[in-house]
């Protein structure tokens, strides 16, 4: 079975601060993505990469970036966390066009 | 640009009830289509999906979905919903041959009572 694994479940953190969300896929998949699943809006992409180093702006990655050093870690970053960036945030890899999900980092900036 | 519809974003039943989501795209070319189902607490998770052949596509836990590609539809079906189906329902669409990028519709929320 792929797993696809989330460093942390639940996240706390304050405005301005930097946030890191790791992502971390055992099936040597090429194909990693970032999503925020806000109610009412599902699943928008955030930053997505097709292979080590390689990323691509998805539909909204201002106030993100991404770092994918190696093939199976694909990690999220908010460089100066606000508050409307709480959500939850899923990771993805995507074999054969399906894709796997971690179980989410529900992120909360006060 | 492809995007994805669900006309239904909440809707509530008694078990026995049968149940079908719609889901409507828009892209021109050839596609796979998705259902992808979140459980109260647990990942998203594949429900079923269709690349090509039978347009009656079956999956988990008893759902059946049809394309129908004169309608642009991928509608999700059970005949008999339990209350375990509990959970939220996203329609997903990808271009056949070319990018993975998926793009979701923004799900529909799903309360069966018991």
């Known amino acids: 079975d792929v797993k696809v694994t989330q460093s942390s479940r639940y996240l706390v953190k304050r405005t301005g601060e930097k946030v890191f969300l790791e992502c971390v896929q055992d099936?040597?998949?090429?194909?990693m993505f970032w999503y925020r699943q806000d109610p009412g809006l599902g699943l928008r992409l955030i930053y997505f990469?097709?292979?080590?180093?390689?990323?691509e702006k998805g539909d909204i990655p201002e106030g993100y970036s991404v770092s994918r050093e190696k093939k199976e870690r694909f990690s999220l970053i908010l460089e100066s966390a606000s508050t409307n960036q709480t959500s939850m945030y899923l990771c993805?890899?995507?074999?054969?066009?399906?894709?796997?999900f971690g179980p989410g980092t529900r992120l909360t900036v006060t | 640009a492809q995007s994805v519809s669900q006309h239904n974003h909440h809707v509530i039943l008694s078990e026995a009830a049968s149940l079908e989501l719609g889901c409507n795209y828009s892209?021109?070319?050839?596609?796979?289509l998705f259902w992808y189902v979140q459980y109260p607490g647990q990942h998203l998770q594949l429900l079923l999906k269709?690349?090509?052949?039978?347009?009656l596509v079956k999956g988990i836990k008893g759902f059946e979905a049809e394309f129908i590609k004169s309608k642009f539809s991928f509608n999700l079906r059970k005949p008999s919903v339990q209350w375990s189906d509990t959970a939220e329902y996203f329609c997903?669409?990808?271009?056949?041959?070319?990018?993975?990028?998926?793009?979701f519709g923004r799900g529909t929320s799903l309360i069966v009572h018991p």
């Open positions: 892209y021109g070319g050839t596609v796979n």
């Open positions: 099936m040597d998949h090429e194909n």
């Open positions: 997903a669409v990808s271009s056949s041959g070319g990018s993975y990028i998926p793009t």
């Open positions: 990469s097709y292979d080590v180093k390689m990323k």
């Open positions: 269709y690349f090509s052949g039978d347009p």
């Open positions: 993805a890899s995507t074999l054969l066009y399906e894709q796997y």
